[in-house]
């Protein structure tokens, strides 16, 4: 690999709040490096099509606290062909670009490490997904944020679940993981998580519920990861199988993406996109940054899209002892 004089970034897949803190950490980060710094927009859709722009630091100014990307997004049907990288990588070589950084989430990873065993370019991934679910961080950009604006939510339909003693079925985001309906259920008080990774049915949801009307509470709240059916599926199974108790649905939706970035999410970000340039500066290639126990990680981007992460048992029974 010859020396490094210029980068791509591009943002792809499901936008997630800290992709422009990250954005504007790498072209910042790579600006103070000497090198040139190329935003490619829409996604691996602006990389076939030549969507590109050379960015200064202005370009990155006032955007840390902005939500959603500047450099917009999108999911490439053609960029999974051969012939889509193809022309992907021929916009890499017109513009003199020597390394690309996606932020992402695990589509978005994949196609990077596609497109980087097909062609000899340097990729560094940045892990921008509000669904926590890529192996090898502890926090992706944009979880905390969601986690927080579901938390905010919960505690709203608490007020009216409350006043008509109903049962609520919220369903969260997440696709094939639950950490945000598993941690904003503990956050907000609720009675129970369904989640992919969990056993958890519609009997032993009964139990929790059976158990808090015991304890006089005056409602119930039960966080739905969205697969498997999501919130319509189990509050249509309770409906029938406990025709007893009002039950309502809430989906939360995509409001969950929105929003200014977190505190936490803007640190993130920033150091990510920092670690980013600086793992170009040692070589590295086809790896994704992440966090782990406060540390910055690199970590095989076929390791982050391929291993599952798990969620811990510990947050599972915290859930249930603080049910009752």
């Not at 604006?149 to 003693?165: L, P, Q």
């Not at 920033?270 to 670690?275: D, F, L, P, T």
């Not at 910055?296 to 859930?319: R, T």
Request: hydrophobic share 40%; charged share 25%; with cysteine.
């Amino acid at each position: 690999m010859g020396k490094i004089k210029s980068v791509g970034i591009l943002t792809s897949g499901g936008d997630s709040p800290g992709m422009n803190a990250a954005i504007r950490a790498v072209t910042r980060a790579a600006i103070y490096e000497g090198w040139k710094v190329f935003g490619i927009y829409r996604g691996y859709e602006g990389l076939i099509s030549g969507d590109v722009k050379e960015f200064t630091t202005e370009s990155v100014s006032g955007i840390i606290f902005e939500g959603g990307t500047i450099l917009r997004t999108s999911r490439s049907k053609d960029f999974m062909t051969v012939e889509g990288r193809a022309k992907a990588y021929e916009t890499i070589k017109k513009f003199g670009i020597d390394a690309l950084i996606v932020i992402g989430g695990n589509g978005s990873l994949s196609g990077a490490q596609e497109l980087t065993s097909e062609y000899d370019i340097p990729v560094i991934g940045l892990p921008g997904t509000i669904d926590n679910d890529l192996y090898g961080t502890d926090n992706t950009i944009g979880y905390d944020t969601a986690l927080n604006t579901i938390v905010e939510c919960v505690d709203k339909i608490h007020d009216t679940a409350n006043s008509h003693n109903r049962i609520f079925f919220i369903e969260v985001m997440g696709r094939d993981a639950g950490f945000l309906a598993m941690n904003s259920a503990i956050a907000a008080g609720a009675e129970a998580a369904i989640i992919p990774e969990s056993s958890t049915n519609i009997d032993q949801l009964a139990a929790y519920i059976e158990r808090g009307i015991r304890k006089s509470k005056r409602s119930s709240i039960v966080i739905v990861s969205e697969a498997d059916g999501g919130a319509m599926h189990y509050a249509e199974r309770m409906h029938n199988e406990y025709p007893q108790f009002d039950v309502r649905v809430s989906i939360l939706g995509y409001v969950q993406r929105g929003g200014r970035p977190s505190a936490l999410d803007r640190i993130l970000a920033s150091r990510m996109g920092v670690a980013a340039i600086e793992a170009l500066k040692e070589g590295q290639r086809n790896v994704m940054i992440g966090v782990i126990n406060d540390k910055m990680v690199n970590i095989p981007i076929a390791q982050a899209v391929k291993k599952d992460k798990p969620i811990g048992e510990e947050l599972i029974n915290v859930l249930s002892v603080l049910s009752i």
